[in-house]
């Protein structure tokens, strides 16, 4: 019993072990605010979740190594409340899941590495790089992503505004065409299912229902012709 009530007051106290350092969490109020010019990493998590809690203090060691930097952000996002929009943008099923990348992105990349300190921490130092942004292309964008800004850049705020409209109209579209094939698909799978019901039911009442009688029937000792008042003789009769 002592036992068991120690291991609860481990679990119950896990959250507090990161106590001295507030990993920072992004809302949909703040998203924009905390993100802007960061290529950020970031757990999603649930306050529910053993696993999220476990992992919870080499997060808060990652995420004040990285605090107050130019470039790079650790940051958490808590699924269960306001957040979970973002979640659900980023298609997260599972807590925790790790992901990464330029905020301002349609998803986030997703993280597979080491869950470990040494791991993530290795991981970020690396990939917690600049954004190509169009005020600082030299320093920020490779060549193929500098020729591509510099383009867009040459064009009119009415053209901007158009191609954006024309590429967010993609996507639109996409998605329609996506759901379109989803219900298809789920019309596909009635049918199937409507007709292996059917064809189910024609073979359960046709041939087999009647030999299946007879099987029951010699079970009971009848297995003889039927007479002229349709009834069949028992095996005691022939």
């Known amino acids: 019993m002592k036992s068991t009530i120690r291991t609860l007051l481990l679990v119950a106290i896990t959250p507090l072990v990161n106590a001295d350092y507030d990993v920072v969490t992004l809302t949909p109020e703040n998203y924009d605010e905390l993100t802007e010019g960061k290529t950020i990493f970031?757990?999603?998590?649930?306050?529910?979740?053993?696993?999220?809690?476990?992992?919870?203090?080499?997060?808060?060691?990652?995420?004040?190594?990285?605090?107050?930097?130019?470039?790079?952000?650790?940051?958490?996002?808590?699924?269960?409340?306001?957040?979970?929009?973002?979640?659900?943008?980023?298609?997260?099923?599972?807590?925790?899941?790790?992901?990464?990348?330029?905020?301002?992105?349609?998803?986030?990349?997703?993280?597979?590495?080491?869950?470990?300190?040494?791991?993530?921490?290795?991981?970020?130092?690396?990939?917690?790089?600049?954004?190509?942004?169009?005020?600082?292309?030299?320093?920020?964008?490779?060549?193929?992503?500098?020729?591509?800004?510099?383009?867009?850049?040459?064009?009119?705020?009415?053209?901007?505004?158009?191609?954006?409209?024309?590429?967010?109209?993609?996507?639109?579209?996409?998605?329609?065409?996506?759901?379109?094939?989803i219900d298809k698909l789920q019309e596909d799978y009635q049918e199937m299912v409507d007709a292996k019901d059917q064809k189910i039911q024609e073979i359960e009442n046709g041939d087999l229902k009647y030999m299946l009688a007879i099987q029951r029937a010699r079970t009971k000792g009848i297995d003889g012709p039927v007479d002229d008042d349709g009834e069949a003789s028992t095996k005691e009769e022939l």
């Open 42 to 181: 970031v757990r999603f998590f649930a306050p529910w979740c053993g696993h999220s809690r476990k992992m919870a203090p080499e997060w808060a060691k990652l995420a004040k190594d990285w605090e107050g930097d130019d470039v790079g952000l650790i940051a958490d996002i808590d699924c269960t409340g306001a957040s979970k929009p973002i979640c659900d943008k980023n298609r997260v099923y599972n807590f925790p899941t790790l992901k990464y990348g330029d905020p301002a992105a349609h998803s986030l990349d997703e993280y597979g590495g080491p869950r470990s300190y040494d791991g993530m921490a290795e991981f970020a130092q690396e990939f917690l790089t600049p954004i190509c942004n169009p005020t600082n292309l030299d320093e920020t964008c490779d060549d193929e992503e500098k020729t591509l800004m510099e383009e867009y850049l040459n064009l009119s705020k009415e053209e901007i505004q158009q191609r954006i409209k024309e590429e967010k109209g993609k996507l639109k579209q996409l998605k329609k065409d996506y759901q379109a094939k």
